[in-house]
């Protein structure tokens, strides 16, 4: 019987290859064709038991500036007012202006009746008064000023609602959902609100895309109008921390003591959120805090160079090659706890093929945490890999056909003299 049964799966196999001399399959299915995916384990040890931290403030959170890592929150999410950290976003939008050329900081702001009427924290702009696009950044990032971010926004948008507008969809394309914008300083409306969350995120595309605003954020005091008038720093942790060099601060009655801190010591850059403290003195202590907590428990580490490949190959289909070498397209860094702390690390790659050009995005390596990708960088090809002849395609997808069927008779046959 099974003599009978072993001729039975060799005749099968004869039949086949007969069939495939004569014609060969119209559609040959290329190994490669779908994402791989490879995790690796940067860290074996089990992620340490970090110190719990304690803050006044009703929301808030530490973030690693390059990875995107979350190292602490406390109720980030809740949807809150944010007074004058809006104009985190008001800043960003002026350098994009400038960056896509449309103005330059060299230019005459004007300043409408609207701007100069407006309420709040100011610098008491006036009508005839000409200030440059940068000297207004100043005030908006230094002062505070109501009233210049009015004056920018109706530059850059034609109106502030123009400008609002503006300011929504960018926080849609930033993933800020927890976010919607009345105004562009953070005078309060029950309609303008955010999370500590989204705060978080908005910061670090500042700082990340536009460094230079660092300059600006660290000028505790600057003299304006031939020495008339001081432009005094809101911010009261400058000077009281090491590295401390932004961001912004804002306080009305609804939002409390707000304030989105920056520092950076060693190459290593944090951002702190605290949102609806009950003082100045408290939004000081409590940005320290969070700050202090995260230098103390947390470092910095490579996980990839640019230039330096992954373990896995990338596959290429329809390519002379089956495979070729992935490369970092740039560094990519992660925050792990001083004492041991596991970090997830995971190959994505795309479904590519030939001709491949050197230097061309094959797919990316993940930083993931609680099921989230933090961090990415893209991984790109090593080499040039040529389109596979019609030829070596065929005889590459006959291997692949005969490597499966025999591999099912093979399994097959074991099993008859198990």
């Not at 503006?166 to 800020?176: D, F, I, S």
């Not at 801190?261 to 605290?274: N, V, W």
């Not at 805090?289 to 160079?305: H, P, R």
């Not at 373990?311 to 390519?319: Q, V």
Request: glycine share 8%.
């Amino acid at each position: 019987m099974k003599r009978q049964m072993l001729k039975k799966y060799v005749s099968g196999a004869l039949i086949a290859t007969m069939l495939l001399s004569v014609q060969l399959p119209q559609t040959l299915q290329i190994p490669g064709t779908t994402p791989y995916f490879g995790t690796q384990i940067a860290h074996a040890e089990e992620a340490a038991k970090l110190p719990a931290l304690e803050v006044e403030s009703k929301s808030g959170l530490l973030m690693d500036a390059k990875s995107g890592q979350i190292l602490w929150a406390k109720d980030e999410h809740a949807k809150r007012y944010p007074a004058s950290v809006t104009k985190i976003m008001t800043m960003m939008l002026a350098y994009e202006a400038v960056e896509k050329g449309e103005k330059q900081l060299t230019d005459i702001v004007p300043v409408s009746k609207t701007a100069y009427g407006t309420e709040g924290s100011s610098v008491w702009l006036d009508p005839k008064e000409k200030f440059t696009l940068a000297e207004m950044m100043e005030f908006i990032t230094i002062q505070s000023a109501n009233d210049a971010c009015v004056a920018v926004a109706e530059y850059i948008g034609g109106s502030e609602e123009g400008f609002v507008a503006r300011m929504n969809e960018k926080a849609k394309e930033l993933g800020m959902n927890d976010t919607h914008f009345a105004d562009t300083n953070g005078l309060h409306h029950p309609e303008h609100y955010t999370s500590a969350y989204d705060i978080a995120i908005m910061a670090r595309e500042l700082i990340t895309k536009y460094p230079q605003v660092l300059d600006v954020t660290k000028v505790q005091t600057k003299m304006i109008r031939n020495g008339a008038f001081k432009l005094e720093n809101t911010n009261h942790v400058l000077g009281q921390f090491e590295g401390l060099d932004g961001l912004k601060t804002g306080f009305t009655d609804q939002a409390g003591y707000c304030l989105a801190g920056t520092a950076e010591r060693d190459g290593m850059r944090l951002i702190s959120i605290q949102l609806f403290a009950s003082s100045d003195a408290k939004r000081v202590e409590d940005t320290k805090k969070i700050l202090d907590y995260g230098y103390a428990n947390f470092k910095q580490e490579s996980v990839i160079k640019q230039g330096e490949a992954v373990s896995e190959l990338a596959p290429i289909s329809k390519g002379k090659e089956k495979e070729t070498e992935a490369v970092a397209a740039g560094d990519l860094m992660v925050a792990v706890p001083k004492n041991g702390g596991a970090v997830e690390k995971k190959v994505v790659f795309d479904n590519v093929e030939a001709p491949v050009a050197k230097d061309a995005k094959l797919g990316e390596l993940q930083i993931v945490q609680d099921g989230k990708v933090v961090s990415k960088v893209d991984l790109v090809a090593k080499q040039d890999v040529e389109k596979g002849s019609w030829l070596r395609l065929g005889m590459r997808g006959i291997g692949n056909f005969f490597s499966g069927m025999f591999g099912a008779i093979g399994s097959s046959i074991s099993g008859l003299f198990e």
